[in-house]
C-alpha cells in the first residue's frame, strides 16, 4: 500500500504542482527545474529545502505553498521505494507544462524526446516545423546516416538549407507524438523550436507561468 501511495503521490504532485492559487493580487512564482527533477527522484528532502528557498525570496507566496510543503514533509516520512522511470512520470496526461522562463518573451518550456532526454525549447507557434540544435542531436545519437532529407527554411537571416531527420517520440504535458521529422539547426542555434508539426494537434492556452495543452478531437 506504501508503495503505491508513493507512486500515486508522485504523479499526483507533478501533475498539481502547477495549479497552486497565488495569494490574491500577487504574481505566480515558476518554481526552478531542480524542483521538478526532485520530485521525479522521490528526494522529498531536496524538494522541501529548495521550496522553502523560494518562500523565503518570495515570502508573500508562503500561505499559497504551505499546504504543498506539508504534503512533502508527509512523504519524507514514508519509507522510499524505487523512483519509476522519468518516463513514467512525464507521461501523466494533464497536458500542464511549467514555462521556466521567457526568452525575447517567447516562453522556453521542457520537452522529452524518446522518452528520456529532456531539453528546453522555444514555444515557436509560427514556425512550421520543431527543429532542435546540434548539441541535442548529438545527445540523441542522430548521425549524417540519418538525414532523410534536406530542406529550405526562410528565416530572418534569409533562407537555409537544414537536414531533416527522424526522432522516436517527441512528449510535452504527457502527450506524445511519435515517429516525427525534425530539422537540425546550425551551429548558430542554441536552443530548439517547438513547432506547429507538433502543436497543431492541440488546443495551446498561454498562461502566466505554465501553458495549457488540450488534445483536440
Do not use: C
Amino acid at each position: 500500500m506504501t508503495q503505491h501511495y508513493g507512486y500515486w503521490a508522485l504523479a499526483t504532485l507533478v501533475g498539481m504542482v502547477f495549479l497552486i492559487a497565488p495569494a490574491k493580487g500577487v504574481p505566480a512564482v515558476a518554481l526552478p527545474e531542480s524542483f521538478y527533477r526532485a520530485i521525479a527522484n522521490q528526494d522529498w528532502a531536496t524538494a522541501v529545502q529548495i521550496l522553502d528557498q523560494v518562500i523565503r525570496a518570495h515570502p508573500q507566496q508562503a500561505q499559497a505553498l504551505a499546504s504543498y510543503r506539508q504534503e512533502l514533509l508527509r512523504l519524507q516520512q514514508l519509507p522510499r521505494t524505487s523512483a519509476p522511470p522519468m518516463a513514467t512520470v512525464i507521461t501523466q496526461p494533464n497536458g500542464i507544462v511549467p514555462i521556466l522562463r521567457r526568452q525575447g518573451g517567447i516562453p522556453v518550456i521542457p520537452v522529452t524526446f524518446n522518452q528520456r532526454l529532456r531539453f528546453e525549447m522555444l514555444v515557436d507557434s509560427g514556425a512550421s516545423m520543431t527543429v532542435i540544435t546540434r548539441s541535442m542531436a548529438r545527445a540523441l545519437g542522430i548521425t549524417p546516416a540519418q538525414v532523410v532529407d534536406n530542406r529550405v527554411f526562410h528565416t530572418a537571416n534569409g533562407q537555409v538549407v537544414l537536414p531533416i531527420v527522424y526522432v522516436q517520440s517527441i512528449s510535452v504535458g504527457g502527450f506524445h507524438r511519435k515517429q516525427l521529422p525534425v530539422a537540425v539547426a546550425g551551429s548558430e542555434m542554441t536552443i530548439g523550436l517547438l513547432g506547429q508539426d507538433f502543436l497543431q494537434h492541440f488546443d495551446v492556452s498561454l498562461r502566466q507561468d505554465h501553458i495549457q495543452l488540450q488534445r483536440r478531437p
